[in-house]
């Protein structure tokens, strides 16, 4: 057993996992549902989400220049990072110029992308986590296993035990409104005395240099505003030419994700505190991260680069929530992760992603922004069969079907003659144990073939009229 | 189209011909009700989707060529299977985007190919008359059948003038059944997982029947409700609307 099938039996196994996974998935399929039929023109901003991000992903360079040009005007700083490791080191660099002991981070898939707790952690700043999920699975020691809700894995009671084992007077815990409080309580002060907060970005505006976040928890506002320093972390897929645009993709992101129509917070960051304001950071820095987004281009994985993450494909995915995001071993699961991370980590160590995936399509159909989840997953089949990934026994009896395949007459004869083997395995219609079949009659029982092939019953039937 | 009534290769697909003929001879009844002029070209096995699907282009390009040479000429293509129709009609143009003239004769081809249920009902407008089937059923949508060719409204309005058959609808319905063609057996843990929750819907609905318009994915439902003992019995619906439905369903024996 590979290390992904040693994930997913784990995962089967787990006698709460799944609870956990339909608690919240169920709710987000039906909001969406419900947020998507109230929205008559949801198929046309769709098309327009998607040709404005192919737009900008055809012209990224003309945008990144116009962003860094107005974001410099607003008096932020802009860093450039090629790698995560490059940008964790720039991030790291710019805590210790600031003599941070401590940094608040606001929930970023990127910042989980390139490792930034860890690169933290590994410089001995001490981090907290602000989202509540996020707050959660920091306590647990573990990675998010969804990108819109990371802790949707634990059930209201492992939080609950958790919060009691590491929260000061946690109180009953009785309630979610009691979890969120003693969360509130513990986490309030540490927010006040963080010398920097990290946050991620949702879009990057060009034409105005400003950076866009949205929470529900309002606490991007609390990492970014109290602290001296705001450090903003930004794939450069982020990019939108202006305001309009960055409306129309919230509307879709947010609907998408939650099936709200907004969420509670969403905040427009426009460089540091200026004179005349009340609040705001006095350093502002932007650091815009490539790794890998420029090989996915290359890689012929463009249509990737429009992903909002809004967590959709897999909320709608049957497999994603059979074994969680965990099991994927990557820091994207679901749909989108089986397309981006064998381009970021390797084919040859991710190549069950892609091929663990019934190609049903739904996650093609619910994606606000048209990805053809799909197709970019048998893409990664393509390249791992020309790379000779696939393996042995599967690649060659698929050569030996498609020899027989080619050749009619020997494919009705070999078809013919186990046909008549196959029942020999059956007792009453049904086989439930047959060699070369395990995979299948392991859980399900095969009917037995009703007795010649369609064409040698269809060639007697002609021959006798 | 050259020929009225148009010629019509029935394409069976590899499981038809393997696993359930009489899917194969309820489409050529169907077929012959609207009076096409059916033929089963010998050459067919198989549309190439298996290989298709495990990356191998170069193999499924063969098979395409193969298929393409033998479907010329016929007026339509029909195939009582959403996802055999689908590769022939959305991948097979898509393999041969470097090679013009492969590439004209696919979508040639793509052109000319239907799926079963929907070419009856859009192509034809065909209702049945004077079929009987009075129980309870319920359907699944198939996903490529689906999503790629808009196989949804069809089926449920021929089987509404079923006399006597009742549909349950299903929770769910549009969601895969695990199926997934060589997925199933490459993550037979995980198909079971999902065909699980599937068949707990099915039985859910309390219906007598499970119908379809995918043997692949009727045999995964059906092979599943049969280990756990339900007693929902599993036809492709066109088996229904050939009046076939009094004779044994997927896996039972005449
Ligand atoms: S691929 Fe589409 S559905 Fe999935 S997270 Fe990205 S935008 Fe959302």
Redesign the pocket.
């Known amino acids: 057993m590979n290390a992904f099938q040693g994930r997913v039996t784990a995962a089967l196994a787990d006698p709460t996992l799944k609870t956990a996974i339909d608690r919240t998935t169920n709710t987000a399929r039906s909001k969406r549902a419900a947020a998507i039929a109230a929205w008559p023109e949801f198929a046309q901003a769709r098309e327009l989400g998607r040709d404005m991000k192919d737009h900008v992903i055809a012209n990224m360079e003309y945008y990144l220049t116009m962003f860094e040009a107005n974001a410099v005007k607003t008096g932020a700083k802009i860093h450039w990072a090629r790698t995560g490791q490059e940008a964790c080191e720039i991030v790291v660099g710019i805590c210790k110029a600031a003599k941070a002991k401590s940094v608040t981070r606001s929930k970023s898939m990127l910042g989980e992308e390139i490792g930034l707790p860890h690169a933290l952690e590994a410089a001995g700043i001490e981090r907290v986590e602000t989202d509540l999920a996020e707050h959660i699975i920091q306590l647990a020691g573990e990675t998010p296993s969804h ?1 819109i809700w990371p802790a949707l894995h634990k059930t209201r009671e492992q939080v609950g035990e958790l919060f009691r084992a590491h929260h000061t007077d946690p109180g009953e815990l009785a309630t979610v409104e009691e979890m969120v409080s003693s969360a509130r309580r513990n986490l309030r002060e540490k927010f006040m005395a963080a010398d920097v907060g990290i946050s991620g970005a949702n879009f990057l505006i060009a034409d105005t240099g400003a950076i866009c976040t949205v929470t529900n928890e309002g606490n991007a506002e609390l990492t970014t505003t109290p602290p001296r320093v705001h450090i903003v972390t930004a794939g450069i897929e982020k990019l939108v030419p202006s305001m309009v645009e960055a409306m129309t993709m919230l509307r879709l992101l947010v609907r ?1 994700a939650t099936g709200a129509e907004l969420t509670q917070y969403t905040t427009f960051h426009a460089g540091p505190k200026q004179p005349g304001d009340v609040d705001g950071p006095e350093e502002f820095h932007i650091v815009l991260v490539d790794a890998g987004r420029t090989t996915m281009l290359a890689e012929g994985l463009a249509e990737m680069l429009r ?7 897999m909320n709608h995915c049957v497999v994603y929530r059979q074994i969680g995001g965990h099991a994927y071993g990557a820091t994207y699961p679901g ?2 992760g089986s397309v981006i991370t064998p381009s970021l980590d390797g084919l040859e160590t991710s190549q069950d992603l892609p091929r663990a995936c019934t190609l049903n399509g739904q ?1 093609h159909e ?4 048209a ?1 053809p ?1 799909p197709t970019l997953i048998r893409g990664w089949r393509t390249k791992a069969w020309v790379q000779g990934y696939e393996p042995l026994h599967t690649a060659w009896a698929l050569r030996i079907w498609e020899f027989f395949a080619l050749r009619p007459v020997l494919y009705q004869l070999a078809s013919n003659l186990a046909l008549r083997i196959m029942p020999l395995f059956a007792k009453g219609g049904w086989i439930s144990k047959m060699p070369l079949a395990g995979g299948w009659t392991r859980y399900r029982d095969m009917p037995i073939p009703q007795g010649g092939s369609f064409l040698a019953q269809y060639k007697k039937r002609q021959a006798a009229k | 189209m050259k020929n009225n009534p148009p010629r019509v290769a029935l394409f069976a697909t590899c499981l038809v011909d393997a696993m359930r003929p009489q899917i194969g001879f309820a489409a050529l009844a169907l077929l012959e009700q609207v009076n096409c002029l059916v033929e089963v070209p010998m050459g067919q096995t198989c549309c190439g989707q298996p290989a298709l699907n495990s990356g191998d282009q170069d193999g499924t390009r063969k098979i395409a060529k193969h298929n393409i040479k033998l479907l010329a000429g016929f007026d339509h293509v029909v195939v009582p299977s959403g996802s055999c129709a689908a590769t022939i009609k959305k991948d097979y143009p898509d393999l041969f985007e470097t090679d013009p003239v492969w590439h004209a004769k696919a979508v040639d081809l793509a052109n000319r190919t239907y799926e079963l249920l929907s070419y009856m009902s859009d192509i034809w407008g065909w209702r049945p008359k004077n079929v009987s089937c009075a129980t309870t059923a319920t359907y699944h949508d198939s996903c490529s059948g689906l999503r790629s060719l808009n196989v949804q409204a069809q089926p449920r309005a021929m089987l509404a003038s079923v006399a006597g058959l009742e549909m349950r609808p299903l929770e769910g319905a549009n969601v895969c059944c695990g199926f997934g063609g060589t997925f199933c057996v490459k993550y037979p843990d995980i198909s079971n997982a999902i065909v699980a929750e599937k068949a707990a819907a099915i039985n859910a609905t309390g219906a007598d029947l499970l119908l379809g318009g995918d043997l692949g994915c009727l045999m995964n439902m059906a092979g599943k409700l049969h280990r756990d003992g339900s007693k929902i019995r599993a036809f492709h619906a066109a088996e229904i609307l050939a009046g076939m439905g009094d004779g044994p369903a997927i896996g039972e024996t005449a």
């Open positions: 990108i998408s992903c909002l993450r809004c967590g959709a494909c749909p989108m996650c619910v994606c606000p922004v990805i989840l």
